[in-house]
């Protein structure tokens, strides 16, 4: 469950003893729904706007005033939605609404969310949803993205700089030259290479093509990463995988599946888009999400298509049961071919020149077939024909990010908020 801090705005006209009842009354809801008192002159510790809980009228100015403040010490005015909480007494929603009107003039985003009660199963769940989605807003724009290398030279329309990715997501791109890594790989050999994965070993229910040297520079690559990680404080980065072939003889597939799984979002070839993409759909479900290329798409009868999807580098977190097999074009190194669960999807893209474009879909995944010709880890996904008409109609670049669930109620509210739009 998402927390949130609020702000309690009364006005001094009305009765203290029955406003304090209507407090007495939300309180509980507000607590079970993640929610936190704080005082007026309250400095948060995050970069994230508190609710406010609006107990009257009249109390438009004190909310004006609390937000000057706010603006004054973090900076957070324009950056973050005006959530306000409202119930059925004292013209609690009128001045909500004036608030909300104020905040669209001052272009910010707002959100009214009234109480229907203390019991309220709806509005508790409207909180929860706000919440998330303002803290995903805030987490994106702490976000440390390490780019390992530079983009593959393929990715013609998955190169945006870093400025654009911090004007429009706020999340800081981390340049790392690709000799850090190669130079922290041989620190680890230095020190006597890596174990072997043997719990990671233990754990498949096959094994073919990986030596036990492949698997051995693959968790050589995995410390040098980690490295990389603690060194620049990341949160997510994306590898510029292919040239660790002709260095090492091997891939950053298992890695990368690896670091996803410990929570530190991980995406190759240098994919930017796809990184923000994965970053997101942490914040937004709290999991790791998986990049992946849309290898088949057919619309189908009945108004529902699908979708194949293929990559080397799923989180292990992600599927229940796994096989160990090589990279799949080079034959090299060590890769998943993972076996994921049936049930709710969400698939995802951003793009654009400006990356404020998004692409989004619920479907359905369907089965995880081991074809040969694609990358190890496959899922056929059922999809509704409309959405396959917005992705061939308009796509963003070549690769697509899945999460487990259906999140797409969050990303609209994510992407209204924070001024994108979705193709």
Known sequence: MARFDYIVAASLLHDEAGIGNIFDEYEPLLRRAGGLRRSGDYRPEAEVLPFYFILTGGTEAFVLESLERLDRSRDLGR????????????????????LAAWARQQGRASQVVQLAG????????????????????????????GL?????????????????????WGARIIPIPFERLTGAMEAQRKRGGARLPDDFIRGASFRREASDEDLGKSEVILEALKTLVDDERLDALSLRCFDLLSLDG???????????????????????????????????????????????????????GSMLLAHCTVP?????????????????????????PKGPVTLLRIGGPKLDQVWAAEGRLKE???EEGLCRTQAVIEVSNSDIDALLDAPLGNHLVMALGGWVGLIDRYIRWAGLSRV
């Open 79 to 98: 950056k973050h939605p005006l959530i306000l909480i409202a119930h059925g007494k004292h013209n609690s929603l009128p001045a909500a609404l004036e």
């Open 118 to 145: 203390a019991d309220d199963p709806v509005g508790r769940a409207e909180l929860e949803e706000a919440a998330r989605v303002a803290n995903s807003l805030a987490g994106m724009g702490e976000s440390r993205i």
């Open 148 to 168: 390992v290398g530079e983009p593959s030279s393929w990715l013609v329309a998955s190169r945006q700089s870093a400025d654009t990715v911090e004007a429009s």
């Open 250 to 304: 091997s891939t950053g597939c298992y890695a990368l599946s690896r670091l996803a799984a410990e929570g530190i979002d991980a995406g190759c070839e240098g994919d930017v888009p796809s990184v923000l993409a994965l970053r997101w759909v942490r914040l937004l479900s709290g999991n790791a999400g998986w990049m992946a290329n849309p290898s088949v798409i057919r619309k189908g009868e009945g108004g529902w």
């Open 316 to 340: 292990l977190s992600l599927v229940p049961a796994y096989g160990i097999r090589s990279h799949f074009e080079s034959g090299r190194g060590a890769a998943l071919c993972g076996t994921l």
């Open 368 to 370: 995880s077939p081991a």
